[in-house]
């Protein structure tokens, strides 16, 4: 099975940073696109920013120049920058590897992680 590991969550005052790392582990043969998702209170799960195994990326209007997404293909790892905070991104961020293709699953699967909580506060 794929499992995707989240680290670097936390506590961050306006503007500073913090630094989201994922790591994808099992018999894995390719990842489409890794991603990141951020879910407040109350409120819809949405993509924050997304990067392809090109490394075409995609960003939300709400983080553009502030948030910067990368990958390590070689170590199906994706990260997320995230500069000059603000209060609203206060969310649970969680990792999202889609159109995994493993030696283990018979099709391409989408993997989520478990979370890991941002908070942006003085």
């Known amino acids: 099975q794929v499992q995707l590991v989240e680290s670097g969550g936390g506590l961050a005052q306006p503007g500073g940073s913090l630094r989201l790392s994922c790591a994808a582990s099992?018999?894995?043969?390719?990842?489409?696109?890794m991603g990141w998702y951020r879910q407040a209170p109350g409120e819809q799960r949405e993509l924050v920013a997304a990067?392809?195994?090109?490394?075409?990326?995609n960003y939300a209007d709400s983080v553009k120049g502030r948030f910067t997404i990368s990958r390590d293909n070689a170590r199906n790892t994706v990260y997320l920058q995230m500069n000059s905070l603000k209060p609203e991104d206060t969310a649970v961020y969680y990792c999202?590897?889609?159109?995994?293709?493993?030696?283990?699953?018979?099709?391409?699967?989408?993997?989520w992680g478990q979370g890991t909580q941002v908070t942006v506060s003085s």
């Open positions: 990067i392809t195994s090109g490394g075409t990326t």
């Open positions: 099992g018999r894995i043969f390719s990842i489409d696109e």
């Open positions: 999202n590897a889609a159109r995994v293709k493993s030696f283990n699953l018979p099709n391409e699967y989408d993997f």
